[in-house]
Nanobody, 120 residues
Framework: QVQLVESGGGLVQAGGSLRLSCAAS????????MGWYRQAPGKQRELVAA???????NYADSVKGRFTISRDNAKNTVYLQMNSLKPEDTAVYYC??????????????WGQGTQVTVSS
């Protein structure tokens, strides 16, 4: 089994910054893509940013230039640095990882979610 544990959410004023972290643990042989998604009340879950094991990144248009995704492969951890936060960034943020496990093959895993609230 693989677990993803997120941290770093909270309440911040518009224009402020937060850094999210997500650590993967368990039966891990390797991790391919890792990413962050978010879901606001009444809306569908959407991709915020993703990063491959080689470091290639992809961002939603709404966060380009404000958010930066990075990862530490040695620690099986992905980060999301969020700057210039806006009220519309308010959502539950979920970590996702495509993990190749010993004896289980490749599977998609999700964290439990962390709330980010941006006040105006």
């Amino acid at each position: 089994q693989v677990q993803l544990v997120e941290s770093g959410g909270g309440l911040v004023q518009a224009g402020g910054s937060l850094r999210l972290s997500c650590a993967a643990s368990g039966s891990i042989f390797s991790i391919n893509a890792m990413g962050w998604y978010r879901q606001a009340p009444g809306k569908q879950r959407e991709l915020v940013a993703a990063i491959t094991s080689g470091g290639s990144t992809n961002y939603a248009d709404s966060v380009k230039g404000r958010f930066t995704i990075s990862r530490d492969n040695a620690k099986n951890t992905v980060y999301l640095q969020m700057n210039s936060l806006k009220p519309e960034d308010t959502a539950v943020y979920y970590c996702n990882a495509e993990v190749l496990s010993y004896g289980l093959g490749a599977n998609d895993y999700w964290g439990q979610g962390t709330q980010v609230t941006v006040s105006s």
